[in-house]
Structure formats: C-alpha cells, structure tokens
C-alpha cells in the first residue's frame, strides 16, 4: 500500500500513482519477448547504396537543407559519466601491487604520452606532487598519475561525462567529443548557415557543458562560417522508474522514501519529442573521429539524410493521393509495394482486405515517425542489431534489437542473433513531422511491452530496476525503418579509454 508521503513523493516526479502501479506489475509478469522473422541482411531488410545512389542522395541533401527553410537538429545523449572508461584503472588504483601487471595497465602506461590529455594531466601531476608525468614514471609512481587522472583533485576524469574528456590532438590545442560534434554539424547538418545541437546532458555536469560551449564556439564558428544555436536538456524526473525489492514489492531508501532511478536512454524520446526540427541526427557522444578522417563520416550522414528525405517524400506523395480518395487500383498496388519492399512493413494476409480498409491500413503505416539507420558489419561488439520482428498487429517490420529481447531458449531466435551479419552503431537521421508539417507525438509511437528488467544492489541490498523501451529500440519500435549499411570507417567509440590509443584517435 502506497503511504501518503508516497504519493507526495510520486506526485513531485511529475508521475501519477497509476504509472507507479504499472511498473510495480510489469516486476510480477516480466516482459514478453519479441518473435522474430530473421535478421536483417542486405537484400533483406538492409540497403547497399552503390557510389551513384550515395551521390544521388548526398545531391538530395544539399538541396534540402540550402535556404534554411528546413529545420535540422544534430541530438546527442551526452550524460554517460565517464566512469565506465577508466574501470581498469580504477582496479589499478585500488591494487595490492604498485606497478602495472595487466595488459591494459602497461598499454595505458607505454603508451601515456599519446593521450589528447597527457600535457593537462602533466599539468596536475606538478600542482598536487611537485613532479611531472616522466618523473613519477622514472620513480615507479604509477599510482600517483591516475590518481591525478581520476580524482576530483586532478582532472577529475572519474566523474565526468565523456563529452567533456579531451580525446584528439591538434596542432591548435586538444578537443573534447563535445567539441567533435559541433564540427559534424557545421560539415553536415547546418541550414541556412546556423548548425543546431542538442545535447541531453545530466544535471551535476549542465554548468560545465554551458562554461565549455561558450569557451569554445566563437572559435568554431569562425572556423567554419557557421552560426551554432546551441541547447540542454535533462532526463525528465516523470521517467524514472521505481526500484522493486527481490519480492516485487517497493525499496525503499533507509529514511523509509521509495526509490526511483533513471529509466536508461529510452527516456530520452521525451527529449527528442521537445525538439522542433524536420530533421534529426541521432549519434553518441563518443563515437567520433580528428578532422582527418571525417570525409567518410559526412560523405554516408549525407547519403543517409538524402534517402530519409527521399523516401519521407513519397510516403507523403501516396498519404496525400490517399486522401484525395483519387486513387487507381495500380496506384494502390505500387503503395503496397513501397510498404513492404521499400519499407519492410509487411501483412501476410494484405490481399485479403477490401480496398477501403487496405486505405486505412496504408495509411496507419505510412503517416509515422521515419529513420534511416546506419548499420555496419558485426565484427563482434556488445549490442544490438537489425531484425524482422512481428508487431502487435501481427505486421513485421523492421526494429533494431538487444539481446536481452530475445529469448535465448529458443534455438531458433539465438541462431538468428548469433549469425546476425550487421551491428547498430547508434547512426540514425529521423524525420519527426507528418505530411501536414505537424510533428508527431513520438511516445504514441513506443512499444511499451519493450522494456527490460535487471538486477542491481544499493547499499549491499539486492534490487530489482526497471528500463524503459531503449531510445533506439522499443522507443522507435513504430517508427518506419530503413537500415543501410555503412562502412566501419564510421564506427569508432571509444568504450575504454585505451581505446583512445587505436590509430582512429590519434
């Protein structure tokens, strides 16, 4: 039973007791998992644009966004806290031994001088020990430098988000996964010379995105001819979760308080759903590459942004025709036909349906949200990938899914994930408004039956945490779906920070 200091508490969340109610149910019944088809693979789901068609539609692109009348925004989900990167070399830290013994720790060590941060580390090295990085090596301090790397009294890179991490070297001085992003918008995603970016940041680390934005944007602005209208916004409080006790009951805090944690990325299409744009790019903030191998990363956000403006463009020519009631039955054949090939929305029994309901079918399926995701080649990293998957409905279409979706006693469904050619790297351009300029309302267009439940601890405590349908999964789950495959040239997160060491970063 709900305590009235609950429902006070509920109600400061912007969440109503139902939703709380819901979620404390879907800890009983679990989630269903999703029936699949197959997975996606070229000549199934996934498009292999040819040099003519990619410069067809990097053609489409420029013309689209010349003139400014169009409205394109560049989203980046920027509040991951660093922490996960350095996770070795926390272990290092807390070590019963002094000097590097693994793999990864006398790689970092080796290598140190590479990193983009080295000459601010060195910096802090001589502040708090009154010697440099090459001193503390020659006298075996190893663990003073990652202290210095790590604590809130050096760079503090234990605690801070990704974006604000100094990853690439340049000759004018190093630049953070921030800064990177703000040159993708300028080469590719301005309009009417104004390039603009939103980032969903957290809350301890808005002030310092704000003081990194200002410092840096007269500078790029200058560089590349561009005005930058630059924003913030937070995970919304209304969507976060309640934690459950191993029983499905509420945990609750020590003060007695329930405790509700953040729904996972999947709560940002309350984010993107406050952006007002035609157009989206979607990207992480950390997959970025020094301004000598951008080409590749603009050439295909060109190519994908000019065949999502392509194809929008004939979802709304057919939404139209259809609501002239004008239409032959060959032209309702060739809409069929751009549903389920082009689309990969397919109805086993479409030729069943009489013509008034195949309009209204057509026309549920045509007048939603559009993506158009990169996918590229699986070369075994974590994550998800591109599937033929059943809807509600009992259509397929296509979804990009985790493995925690699928159910792995089922042999069939594991063959499929395990032999899954393509990996999603979190590479989409997205078309948020409908024919009549209007822009949807993305959450009617989640799969609420998406989410996922995993087990975590508090204090010592065992706790159930509930994720809501992720951003790119269950909250894109109604979208329409169009995967190409992009070259891996464009896929370079950085998941350790070892990983700034590949020749990609350098």
Request: aromatic share 10%.
């Amino acid at each position: 039973m709900m305590k009235q200091e609950d429902l006070q508490q509920i109600a400061l969340r912007g969440i109503s007791e139902q939703q709380v109610e819901k979620q404390l149910h879907q800890f009983e019944t679990g989630f269903p998992f999703l029936r699949l088809q197959s997975a996606a693979a070229i000549g199934n789901g996934i498009v292999a644009p040819s040099a003519a068609d990619c410069e067809h539609y990097s053609q489409l692109w420029n013309q689209y966004k010349q003139g400014g009348e169009h409205r394109i925004v560049k989203f980046v989900p920027a509040s991951g806290a660093a922490s996960r990167m350095f996770k070795d070399m926390f272990a290092f830290e807390e070590a019963a031994y002094d000097k590097p013994e693994t793999k990864f720790e006398k790689e970092f060590f080796e290598h140190i001088r590479q990193f983009a941060f080295r000459e601010e580390l060195c910096k802090k090295c001589r502040q708090n020990e009154g010697k440099n990085i090459r001193t503390l090596l020659e006298e075996g301090n190893y663990k003073a430098i990652v202290r210095n790397m790590l604590d809130a009294k050096g760079l503090n890179y234990g605690q801070l988000p990704k974006g604000l991490l100094l990853f690439h070297n340049y000759e004018e001085g190093p630049r953070t996964p921030m800064e990177e992003h703000l040159v993708e918008a300028a080469l590719y995603a301005q309009s009417g010379g104004v390039a603009r970016i939103h980032f969903t940041v957290s809350h301890d680390h808005l002030q310092l995105f704000k003081q990194l934005v200002e410092q840096k944007k007269p500078y790029y602005e200058e560089k590349f001819g561009v005005k930058y209208d630059i924003t913030f916004s937070e995970q919304k409080p209304s969507t976060d979760t309640i934690a459950a006790n191993p029983d499905n009951t509420p945990f609750r805090n020590e003060d007695g308080s329930l405790l509700f944690r953040p729904g996972g990325h999947g709560a940002l299409i309350e984010n993107l759903n406050d952006i007002d744009a035609d157009v989206v790019f979607v990207k992480n903030i950390d997959n970025v590459v020094p301004d000598r191998l951008k080409a590749d990363t603009v050439a295909w956000k060109q190519t994908l942004a000019g065949l999502l403006v392509e194809m929008q463009q004939r979802a709304f020519g057919y939404l139209q025709l259809l609501d002239t009631g004008a239409y032959t039955h060959a032209q309702l054949e060739e809409i069929i036909r751009f549903v389920q090939h082009d689309l990969c929305c397919r109805k086993a029994d479409i030729k069943e349906l009489e013509d008034a309901e195949l309009v209204i079918y057509l026309h549920s399926k045509l007048n939603r949200p559009m993506r158009v995701c990169g996918v590229v080649k699986n070369v075994g990293e974590p994550g998800g990938g591109p599937f033929l998957a059943y809807n509600p409905d009992g259509t397929v279409s296509l979804q990009i899914l985790e493995s925690s979706q699928i159910d792995k006693s089922n042999a069939d469904y594991m063959r499929m994930f395990n032999e899954g050619t393509h990996f999603n790297p979190v590479d989409l351009v997205c078309a948020v408004r409908n024919y009549k300029g209007e822009p949807f309302n993305l959450p009617e267009y989640v799969d609420p039956n998406t989410g996922f439940i995993s087990q975590k601890s508090k204090n010592g405590r065992e706790l159930k945490a509930l994720e809501l349908p992720g951003l790119w999964n269950g909250a894109m789950s109604n979208w329409n779906t169009i995967f190409v495959e992009v070259p891996l040239t464009t896929f370079n997160p950085v998941k350790t920070v070892n990983d700034l060491l590949r020749a990609e970063h350098q």
